[in-house]
T-cell receptor, first 117, second 111 residues
């Protein structure tokens, strides 16, 4: 089946630094990818929709200048957490849809656990 | 914003019993998916049910969908301790659309 690969699976960074998370569709092209964030004991919340070749669409309350999204190719989207702070510590996960017409299915990456110290 | 609600929020049962989790959503959907997530880990896809389907089975899992009531249920039969996890329903409104997750049900299966 289709695979979405996310890297790194975990990262620890110092407060004030930036962290880049990669999301790749391994055996299919994805013009659209999605980024989610999950805080402990909570559900996954959509952060933004990543569109290949154009600007990302951010959900209300998500700072676009803090969470930079680049979707430069049909198989790669990146999320950069800029000037990270401890409150940005979370589980970040991406997804891409595969299918045709009305029969599509979402495939998720393994997730990235970010800890800002 | 999240699509709907799940109940119960937490469920604790004895090994061997059946577990039923319910999910409601607010808008029309293209499909509904159920996922499992072990603590601190990634998502495991369980079942996808399309809007024109009413019931699907996969092993010990049974999912129903009632589009008139905008609700779905996940039944796990003969539960095992390894089934302990959080379970999320998730919906898409159209194809190639974002997935919206419910708040999830935390299931504990006691050996």
């Amino acid at each position: 089946g289709a695979v979405v690969s996310q890297h790194p699976s975990w990262v620890i960074c110092k407060s004030g630094t930036s962290v880049k998370i990669e999301c790749r569709s391994l055996d299919f092209q994805a013009t659209t990818m999605f980024w989610y964030r999950q805080f402990p004991k909570q559900s996954l919340m959509l952060m933004a929709t990543s569109n290949e070749g154009s600007k990302a669409t951010y959900e209300q309350g998500v700072e676009k200048d803090k969470f930079l999204i680049n979707h430069a190719s049909l198989t790669l989207s990146t999320l950069t957490v800029t000037s990270a702070h401890p409150e940005d510590s979370s589980f970040y996960i991406c997804s891409a849809e595969l299918g045709s017409h009305s029969n599509t299915e979402a495939f998720f990456g393994q997730g990235t656990r970010l800890t800002v110290v | 914003s999240q699509q709907g609600e799940e109940d119960p929020q937490a469920l604790s049962i004895q090994e061997g019993e059946n577990a039923t989790m319910n999910c409601s959503y607010k808008t029309s959907i293209n499909n509904l998916q159920w996922y499992r997530q072990n603590s601190g880990r990634g998502l495991v896809h369980l079942i996808l049910i399309r809007s024109n389907e009413r019931e699907k089975h996969s092993g010990r899992l049974r999912v129903t969908l009632d589009t008139s009531k905008k609700s779905s249920s996940l039944l796990i039969t003969a539960s095992r301790a390894a089934d302990t996890a959080s379970y999320f329903c998730a919906t898409t409104k159209t194809s190639y659309d974002k997935v919206i997750f419910g708040p999830g049900t935390s299931l504990s299966v006691i050996p």
